[in-house]
């Protein structure tokens, strides 16, 4: 992980010339790595859940970094920080998911090849061997990012390691009977030949037809000759089984209990009354095939129909589907609708649209097949989860609401099996002859069934001696789901007989970070899984990120071309700026990428940068504290307090863009703009000097969690003492406090106010910035500030106003809204700007209403803008607090 030495050379950090993000920002992140600054060194002997511990999501590894990656690793890595700096000992881990249908992919892709032509042992070497290359790149570019990520704990989900939680979970949830083997419909994806969850289905609108078919009645005393159905699946017809029709639709009733006969294929079906059809679809009669969807496999399951298999595994008609063998479903269905119409039996057909469901992963539609799948049992315990989900802090509190609809809606329990080879296999193996289900022993864990023997010699249950192995494994999530047990080191005790944790300080963990996307996905299976392994909720809180759009609030996708690609981005602008980007959105909400936030995250470096060497120029680095801060400077310390105190409490409850925004403004525009200037006047003063160095340690902490590497370039360069780098880094320092500092804040702020306003005017007439001032007088509240004032500015005399001095104000201009105006008012609008030109209306302030040309026009429908004018001697100036008479 680290680089070469040459490039980690320990250059003495300089505030000499410009600030070198480039050169800079790789040198600290070489650093961090090599002194383990962020090495997590908890006590595993301590009580459960004493450390920080950050769930963090483990990234599939099937290519490169995308947007999201990038803002979603440093959101997480905003929270490590800070959580460092203010709690002590955290773990923030890296994992790789190098198991599953997308690493398989990526590796055929890469290598060229097939799966199905490789023993599965060979075929996931191959796997393991592409997807290190890949692994490699994610380190590098998380490292890039400034990630404060512990490189002593990772995980990949197909080590041994994890190999092994995942098996001994399989064997506590069947022990606990909370799995089953079933042979039953599942949802499949054909294209990658495996069945799927429920939750790796999407929707995804397409173009179709619907087809009005008509079907003949068999039988000489039918009661009509023949009946329509509709669909859009027409290559199904020689899978039909029956046709349903509902209790409530008077007009269809007397199919009820005929017979019908399939046009084309002639085969004889059942009708029957069930209430699940739709009589508001089509023509309110249905056929019932095996499988179009789930009210297909609920009819099939209800009334005990056959099964007809006109589908295979790749979406390919079978035998059963006599002419049309061999082609596949979308040439299926032109060719039968083609002689559904030269039979004449097509009496309709027209196109739609409408949502189709698809895998996620491939945007195949998917298909249901009969076949033994393994099941985590789920749906008995949709409220026990609910509930777990209750338990856990939501950030933002709406996203709960995704997770509470998800279960809500669940119709399946967990299928957990997959028909591919990357993975990790199931440890059963089957009796040959009754099918009795052998399970692995934990101690030998983990295992793969098609290269190890079974534990066992003999069947127990008919005494057979041979067995066949599960060549299933299991669903990438089954694991994934894993990663809190994971990382706690959850795993079977045998002296004990129970289940232990290595670090039960770690679990539950404090956060768990992802997208939005995938609540239905990482989150809920992680739920389940933990929760039914350890009674516990995995973890106290969840934060869950939106997705990173394009400038015009567009989903980035390379169909529509307009994907920002990280290695771009990081080439132009300094990791920080990007930093400081992403932490512009508040958690949870979608949001556009702006070159504007990079570019000011760029500004407010440089700014930080010659922040520090002018801080240096008027202050020694240590100055003792004065016996008795003077007003000004107590008054910068008593608002560095405040915005400490404000600054946690955002940051606490992972309101990253609230802190940002708010000490931003307080560094930008309270200590530069105006604070630093004072100081330039004021340089030689203890009280001065205290509170510019006070204030800027404080800054620097306060800034390192969103600007690791400008941070600790400026401590390392200023204040740090002499040690390793893991004893002084800047980010291993305590989170600053409010140190008890008192003063009139808003008569500061006025103040302040009032000085800006002063150094305004010098400026606008010309004047030196220490040009005397013979007199100012003040009307605001700045009691105890005046000396501030009069030195700074340099003003022979200050007067402080007890009354307002004489200021009119007039209507500068009254601007109508058109818009809404000219549809309402029509002709009058001419009358209506006349008599305010001339000036004959009247603005009833108390009503909210402008009165003109016989009209009363509502407040949204026009706008004031007042212009105040000082009537006696001298020059006004205002400010938000204060009124300012220069004479």
Known sequence: MSTDPEATEREAPSLEGGYDPETVERRWQDRWVDAEVYAYEGDPGQDPNTTYAIDTPPPTVSGSLHMGHLYGHTVQDFAARFQRMYDGDVLFPFGYDDNGIASER???????????????????????????????????????????????????????????????????????????????????????ETAISQVEMEDD??????????????????????????????????????????????????????????????HEVPIIADDRVDMEKGSGVVMCCTFGDQNDIEWYQAHDLPLRVAIDESA???????????????????????????????RDRWEISHAVQVHERCDTS???????????????????????????????????????????????????????????????????????EVMARREDLPVDPLSDEPPIDTCPEC??????????????????????????????????????????????????????????????????????????????????????????????????????????????????????????????????????DLTAGEKLLRKLWNASKLVDNLAPAAPEEPADLEAIDRWLLAELDDAVEELTAHLEDYEFAKARDRLRTFFWNTFCDDYLEIAKEREDNPSTQYALRTAHRTFLELWAPFLPHVTEEIWQARYATDGELDETSIHVRDWPTPQGYEADLEAGETAMEVISALRRYKSQNQLSLNAELEAVSVYGPVE?????????????????????????????????????????????????????????????????????????????????????TYSGDGEMLETESAIVILE
Request: glycine share 6%; charged share 35%; aromatic share 12%.
């Open 316 to 346: 390919t008609m079978t035998e059963l589907a006599g002419d049309y063998e061999g082609m596949s479903t979308e040439e299926a269905r032109e060719a039968i609708v083609e002689d559904l119409d030269d039979d004449g039996s097509l």
């Open 463 to 596: 005494g057979n001696d041979t067995f066949d192995p599960e060549d299933d494994v299991f669903d990438t999530w089954a694991t994934s789901s894993l990663t809190p047990l994971i990382n706690a080191g959850w795993d079977w005790d045998e002296e004990a007989q129970e289940f232990t944790m290595a670090n039960p300080e770690l679990y539950p963990f404090d956060l768990r970070p992802q997208g939005h996307d995938i609540i239905s996905f990482w989150l809920f299976h992680t739920i389940v899984k933990c929760y039914e392994h350890t009674g516990e909720v995995p973890f106290d809180a969840t934060l869950i990120n939106g997705h990173v759009l394009d400038e015009n609030r567009e989903k980035m996708s390379k169909s529509r071309g307009n994907v920002v690609a990280p290695d771009e981005v990081l080439a132009e602008y300094p990791v920080d700026a990007v930093r400081f980007w992403a932490a512009s959105a508040a958690v949870g909400d979608d949001f556009p990428y702006q070159e504007k």
């Open 784 to 868: 105890g500030f005046e000396d501030a004032i009069q030195n700074v500015m340099h003003v022979q005399d200050l007067e402080i106003l007890e009354e307002p001095p004489e200021i009119t104000t007039e209507v500068a201009s009254i601007d109508l809204d058109y818009s809404t105006l000219g549809p309402r008012y029509g002709s009058k609008v001419g009358e209506i700007d006349s008599g305010i030109e001339s000036g004959e209306y009247e603005i009833d302030d108390d009503e909210g209403v402008l009165r003109v040309a016989g009209e009363e026009l509502e407040d949204e429908l026009f706008e004031v803008e007042l212009e105040r």
């Open 106 to 192: 990526l590796t055929e892709k890469e290598l060229d090849i097939r799966h199905q032509d490789y023993e599965r042992r060979e075929f996931q070497k191959l796997c393991r061997e592409v997807c290190q290359e890949y692994e490699a790149e994610f380190t590098d570019k998380m490292q890039g990012l400034g990630c404060s990520i512990d490189w002593g704990h990772t995980y990949k989900t197909i080590e041994p390691r994890v190999r092994r939680v995942s098996q001994l979970s399989f064997l506590d949830l069947y022990e606990k009977g909370r799995e089953y083997r079933k042979k039953a419909p599942a949802i499949w994806c054909p294209d990658c």
């Open 205 to 266: 609108e397409r173009g179709s037809h619907f087809n009005d078919i008509a079907f003949e009645l068999a039988g000489d005393d039918a009661p009509r000759d023949e009946f329509v159905i509709s669909t859009t699946r027409p290559e199904l017809i020689p899978a039909c089984v029956s046709v349903f029709v509902h209790p409530d639709d008077e007009e269809n009733q007397d199919l009820v209990g005929e017979t019908a006969r399939v046009p084309i294929f002639g």
């Open 366 to 436: 998917v298909e249901y097949r009969v076949s033994k799948q393994w099941y985590v049992e789920i749906l008995d315990h949709k409220e026990e989860y609910l509930e777990a989900g209750r338990e856990m802090d939501w950030y933002p509190e709406k996203m709960f609401s995704r997770y509470r609809h998800w279960i809500e809606g669940l119709e399946w329990d967990w299928l957990i099996s997959r028909q591919r080879d990357s993975g990790i296999p199931f440890p059963v193996w089957y009796c040959s002859e009754c099918d009795h």
